[in-house]
């Protein structure tokens, strides 16, 4: 086994699960990809005059959301793009792993 396994004593009897922080998240890989695409868009997308500052990250989700996820066959649901937690990706058809 190459996941390290945790015991769950779950309805009386002991089950090995793997060790859930260790899995890979379900459509880590895609959700990286669109957050590093929407860092490098917010650099390079010009406004017309009289757009606010965040109107570039708006732009720059939906230039990602056409490019990366369109191409796919996904539509947007939710995301987020922190440090913290990793990023994390929600579409409207379910992610493959």
Do not use: W
Request: charged share 30%.
């Amino acid at each position: 086994m190459d996941r390290p396994l945790d015991i769950c004593f779950c309805s009386g009897g002991r089950h090995f699960l793997p060790l859930i922080q260790n899995m890979p998240r379900r459509g880590y890989r895609l959700s990286k990809e669109f957050c590093r695409c929407i860092k490098k868009v917010r650099r390079t997308v010009k406004l017309r005059k009289g757009r606010s500052p965040a109107a570039k990250e708006s732009a720059a989700i939906a230039i990602c959301v056409k490019s990366v996820l369109g191409s796919r066959g996904r539509t947007l649901r939710k995301f987020s793009c922190t440090k913290r937690g990793g990023p994390t990706l929600q579409t409207q058809k379910p992610l493959k792993k």
